[in-house]
């Protein structure tokens, strides 16, 4: 079985460090990115299992191309909020074993700013 390391990226691909606790990540532009080098038997495809928890990886995204390392966290989960997610690669055979899975809470950051500050003399 071919292990993956997954991690999280942050814009200009910073990567969450191993073992790392849940992380907060930007929605808009944070990645998971991971790491893969073909073996004998070939795969055709990852497929990224993203759930609210461990033990909930039911939301499956196909990715086709193998040569991909990296995709944005928004193609991949259902919106804000508490999110786990694990990697594994597939050809039509079967699976590989999972990668390690990393928890994020992922969000935005507020879409309003504040205006018209100003210093009052007293």
């Known amino acids: 079985m071919r292990k993956f390391v997954l991690a999280i990226a942050i814009l200009f691909g910073l990567a969450a460090p191993a073992g790392a606790q849940t992380v907060t ?5 944070a990645v998971l990115s991971w790491t893969f080098t073909q073996g004998t038997s070939l795969a055709t495809e990852f497929r990224m299992k993203c759930g609210p928890d461990a033990a909930n990886l ?21 919106g804000s ?16 074993g999972g990668s390690n899975i990393v928890p994020f809470d992922a969000g935005e950051p507020p ?12």
């Open 58 to 78: 039911n939301r499956i995204t196909t990715i086709s191309d193998v040569n991909l390392r990296q995709i944005l966290i928004r193609n991949v989960i259902g």
């Open 25 to 29: 990540v930007d929605l808009r532009t």
């Open 81 to 96: 909020g508490l999110w786990s997610c694990q990697i594994v690669a597939a050809n039509k055979f079967g699976e590989t």
């Open 111 to 122: 879409s309003s700013s504040p205006s018209s500050l100003s210093a009052l003399a007293k």
